[in-house]
């Protein structure tokens, strides 16, 4: 070994010998302090964790609202458009009541006159939507004739307006139609309610 390569050695002797600064072992992290910032990263973590699924819960949730919510739309649109549907085929209420009231008013002999004489229901079938009444040829009555159903009420009760009745079947005193209630209207026809060709007078 030449004079250079025996230099080299001793330096790297001398270098190896050497104490590191103390202010650089000084602000060396100690195994204990590694330790507890590893513990608190993991906890940090844990908290993210559990963070993420009470917000993705809170996503799915809303998600399911949303859905509802949209289904609830879709069903009050489609139950507005039936009752847009029926309004054609419905008389003007405030028509219909002035009727009802007029009848209502009248004296027991001008109800019996037979010009204004209504008809009644006489029997009720299928639930409620088979109405059979006292009218019939006799009466001018024939099949697909629509009736006015009502109730004209007594004491406290007021008038009702309750429906129409398409006939199906007529005979000289009596005929036979399938009967449909107002819309909105839980009240069924009964035996003893009225009908006549036409409330409004058209």
Avoid: C, W
């Amino acid at each position: 070994m030449n004079r250079e390569g025996i230099l080299k050695l001793s330096l790297l002797g001398v270098l190896l010998a050497t104490p590191l600064p103390a202010r650089a072992q000084e602000n060396a992290p100690s195994a204990a302090d590694l330790k507890a910032q590893n513990e608190l990263l993991r906890r940090e973590r844990e908290l993210l964790e559990v963070r993420v699924r009470i917000l993705t819960d809170q996503v799915e949730q809303l998600r399911t609202a949303l859905a509802n919510s949209q289904n609830q739309a879709r069903s009050i649109e489609e139950q507005h458009r039936k009752v847009l549907g029926e309004l054609p085929r419905l008389r003007p209420i405030q028509q219909v009541d002035g009727k009802l009231n007029e009848i209502a008013s009248r004296t027991e002999s001008e109800r019996k006159t037979p010009e204004r004489l209504p008809g009644t229901v006489t029997a009720v079938g299928n639930e409620g939507r088979l109405l059979q009444t006292s009218l019939g040829t006799d009466a001018g009555l024939k099949v697909g004739q629509v009736l006015e159903v009502f109730r004209t009420g007594s004491g406290n009760q007021k008038p009702l307006y309750l429906g129409t009745l398409t006939l199906v079947r007529v005979d000289a005193q009596a005929s036979l139609g399938q009967f449909k209630s107002v819309v909105g209207q839980n009240e069924r026809a009964r035996v003893g309610d009225e009908v006549a060709k036409d409330l409004t007078g058209k």
